[in-house]
């Protein structure tokens, strides 16, 4: 069966270096997603991309967050610097109709 | 802006035992209901869906209800096991609105043997 795949799984980072994430979607899937969930908490959207283009990214912290969908197919989601707060489980989904599927996540932890 | 509520958790509950884990939405727009189940260390499976007033999702022995006149999607199982302990989330997606989930806050269920 078809997965979504992040990688790396697990980050530990000081504060003010630089962090990415990769997602590659499920084959043939237009639409992605990232998420990012803080501990106790529901996930909540930082970025959509239809194919290679954003069509949401009002809930991303642009002064620090940049992601990226190049060719339209895996994702990169990068964060310099990064910050305590920026702790938490970033999540990728991908989706074709209004399903979407989710990746095991990439936990985050800033020290 | 739209909105979903859950209630608190942990909930914990004896193995056979009866579920009902609370969920109410508010939306701009015609949603699309769904539950989301998390085990630890993983990401979010999706557990059942309903997209339309009176829709009943059901999957693995889990029920919700569509219910538009109490705006609730209230999550049910008649007799839980040890292997349903996991986050549960209760979420929402605008239909035509380009699909951006929105989740409630989540609810622990533990379930004892």
């Known amino acids: 069966e078809a997965e979504v795949a992040q990688s790396p799984r697990y980050k530990i980072t000081e504060k003010s270096q630089a962090v990415a994430f990769w997602c590659d979607p499920i084959?043939?899937?237009?639409?992605l997603y990232w998420y990012r969930q803080i501990l106790g908490q529901g996930p909540e959207l930082l970025v959509q991309?239809?194919?290679?283009?954003?069509?949401?990214d009002s809930q991303l912290p642009k002064d620090r967050f940049s992601a990226e969908r190049l060719k339209g197919v895996d994702s990169t989601l990068k964060i310099q610097p990064a910050e305590l707060g920026d702790s938490a489980m970033y999540l990728c989904?991908?989706?074709?109709?209004?399903?979407?599927?989710f990746g095991p996540g990439t936990r985050l932890t800033v020290l | 802006g739209d909105s979903v509520t859950q209630m608190e958790g942990p909930v914990t509950l004896s193995e056979e035992a009866f579920l009902t884990i609370n969920c109410t939405y508010t939306?701009?727009?015609?949603?699309?209901l769904f539950w989301y189940v998390q085990y630890p260390g993983e990401g979010l499976q999706l557990l059942l869906k309903?997209?339309?007033?009176?829709d009943k999702g059901s999957n693995k022995g889990f029920e919700a209800t569509y219910r538009k006149e109490t705006t609730s999607f209230h999550l049910e199982k008649g007799s839980v096991q040890v292997s349903d302990s996991a986050v549960y989330f209760c979420?929402?997606?605008?239909?035509?609105?380009?699909?951006?989930?929105?989740f409630g806050g989540g609810t622990r269920l533990m379930v004892k043997p």
């Open positions: 084959s043939g899937h237009a639409t």
């Open positions: 939306a701009t727009g015609y949603p699309s």
């Open positions: 979420a929402l997606t605008i239909n035509n609105a380009g699909n951006m989930l929105t």
């Open positions: 309903a997209t339309k007033a009176d």
């Open positions: 989904a991908s989706s074709l109709f209004n399903e979407q599927f």
């Open positions: 991309f239809q194919d290679e283009s954003v069509v949401d």
